[in-house]
């Protein structure tokens, strides 16, 4: 973790969000992470962290980040950089959309709306840029330089901030053998020979006896 002396963060501020065990979601466990780079002077904030609450996915990890950069950005042009469609789609659809009960991240969206009445919505400058991208991504102008090294730091906070949480390797250890035995028996079930179609099933509807004098 690096934080400004000032507290405020001053740059391009890069937010990312991050899960583990995402295939089941009763242990699912997500983190956040924003990294902060001032062009000639490197990275000068670096903030990471479990995601609290009891909705563990990665947009809601997301949409944190950016509410994270919202809290401690300072004067002057907010500009932030994110892999997550979802957080930019979001915000342009504007807060009507995203304050409803209906959707999911309400809560946090109100709170993001709320600070950006504060720091003024023409001073936001939200970007996306694709994840996990290589070298040749960058020759090939798919993403900058600049935009690639800072998306890859603020994923790796965002893995030590989901791997802050506490766990049970034991337990993922049980549901990891049990999802194995499950898929070994649906080969297995799969391979076997099928039932003959041709053969006409028995019909075992139920049947309403009819009463003396009732039609």
């Known amino acids: 973790e690096l934080a400004p002396a000032d507290g405020i963060l001053h740059g391009i501020r890069y937010g990312d969000g991050s899960g583990l065990h995402p295939r089941w979601q009763r242990v699912r466990r997500c983190g956040l992470g924003l990294a902060v780079l001032t062009p000639g002077r490197g990275y000068t904030a670096q903030l990471y962290g479990p995601l609290p609450g009891w909705q563990q996915d990665v947009m809601a990890a997301e949409s944190i980040a950016f509410l994270m950069y919202l809290r401690f950005?300072?004067?002057g042009p907010l500009q932030f950089v994110t892999?997550?469609?979802?957080?930019?789609?979001?915000?342009?659809?504007?807060?009507?959309?995203?304050?409803d009960s209906w959707f999911p991240y309400a809560a946090i969206w109100r709170a993001i709306w709320a600070k950006i009445d504060d720091v003024g919505e023409d001073r936001i400058l939200l970007r996306w840029v694709p994840a996990h991208t290589s070298r040749i991504a960058v020759d090939r102008g798919e993403i900058t330089f600049?935009?690639?090294?800072?998306?890859?730091?603020?994923?790796?906070?965002?893995?030590?901030?989901?791997a802050m949480h506490p766990?049970?390797?034991?337990?993922?250890?049980?549901?990891?053998?049990?999802?194995?035995?499950?898929?070994?028996?649906?080969?297995?079930?799969?391979?076997?020979?099928?039932?003959?179609?041709?053969?006409?099933?028995?019909?075992?509807?139920?049947?309403?006896?009819?009463?003396?004098?009732?039609?």
């Open 83 to 99: 892999d997550c469609k979802g957080v930019v789609d979001t915000h342009l659809r504007g807060p009507a959309a995203s304050c």
């Open 73 to 75: 950005s300072g004067d």
């Open 146 to 162: 600049v935009d690639r090294l800072g998306n890859e730091e603020a994923d790796s906070l965002a893995k030590l901030g989901a």
């Open 167 to 215: 766990g049970d390797d034991r337990v993922i250890d049980r549901m990891e053998r049990s999802e194995a035995a499950v898929e070994l028996v649906g080969e297995v079930h799969g391979a076997a020979p099928g039932p003959h179609w041709d053969q006409q099933a028995s019909d075992t509807s139920p049947h309403i006896a009819r009463r003396s004098g009732w039609g």
